[in-house]
């Protein structure tokens, strides 16, 4: 743990120069008493240690500043060792910094993934109020007679659901469809890329509070 204590002189000079502070109090005491047991008196052997020691303040900014010094040339040091054993064994060397950096690289994008899904709230109004509405499939209705859970709706459950709970909710419908299609943008003439389309419901943007960049978004009459 040197690095550490190394590390503690520079972001925490309040306490070690507290610490030096201590010490050269501790030494001075001990000169003192020692003065006081060949028969000098407290003043005569508090003032010979202080002498002895250079005056008290002076004492503790050299004790500091080498204490500086002595952590800078020990990096310098360090790095330079380092540095050699890299050039030593270059191929050992090289798969360590590689490992490293592709479990950085794996370590950043799946905090990026997890921020984006989990951390990161939703670019919609009062993303914790949205739901996702299911229903329990009978068992005669599901593959091995086994009760399911299920999102799909009708057009008319959809409506039905919308107009009973409108004093409650907001309810809009989504659908995604299952293949990808192929779409142009006028970003990249000539080159196509598959997308999946989705639709939504009449109001659905105004509920989630989205706004269109250009043009205007689609509203319920376009049902």
């Known amino acids: 743990m040197a690095w550490l204590n190394r590390l503690t002189t520079i972001l925490r000079p309040a306490r070690v120069r507290g610490e030096i502070e201590e010490e050269l ?3 001075i005491n001990a ?9 000098m008196s407290p003043a005569e052997a508090r003032a010979d240690a202080v002498r002895r020691f250079g005056g008290a303040t002076v004492a503790l900014d050299r004790s500091y500043e080498a204490n500086i010094f002595i952590w800078l040339e020990t990096i310098l040091q360090d790095f330079r060792f380092g540095l050699r054993m890299i050039v030593k064994y270059r191929t ?3 798969a360590a910094i590689a490992s490293l950096a592709l479990a950085i690289g794996a370590c950043s994008a799946a905090f990026t993934l997890i921020d984006a899904l989990i951390f990161r709230p ?8 949205l739901f ?12 091995g007679n086994q009760p399911r859970e299920s999102d799909s709706f009708s057009y008319p459950q959809y409506e039905l659901l ?14 995604l469809s299952g293949s990808l299609q192929p779409a142009l943008f006028d970003e990249s003439p000539g080159a196509s ?11 659905g943007f105004d509920i989630l509070g989205v706004t269109a960049a250009l043009g205007r978004l689609i509203q319920p009459e376009d049902d």
């Open 92 to 94: 050992a060397s090289f």
């Open 193 to 203: 890329e598959n997308i999946r389309v989705e639709s939504i419901s009449g109001r």
């Open 132 to 143: 996702d509405i299911a229903r329990v499939m009978p068992a005669f209705l599901s593959p």
């Open 122 to 129: 939703l670019p919609v109004s009062d993303p914790s109020q």
């Open 25 to 27: 109090r501790y030494h």
């Open 31 to 39: 000169r003192a008493a020692d003065n006081v047991a060949r028969g």
């Open 162 to 175: 919308r107009d009973t709970a409108r004093a409650d909710a907001d309810i809009f419908a989504m659908n």
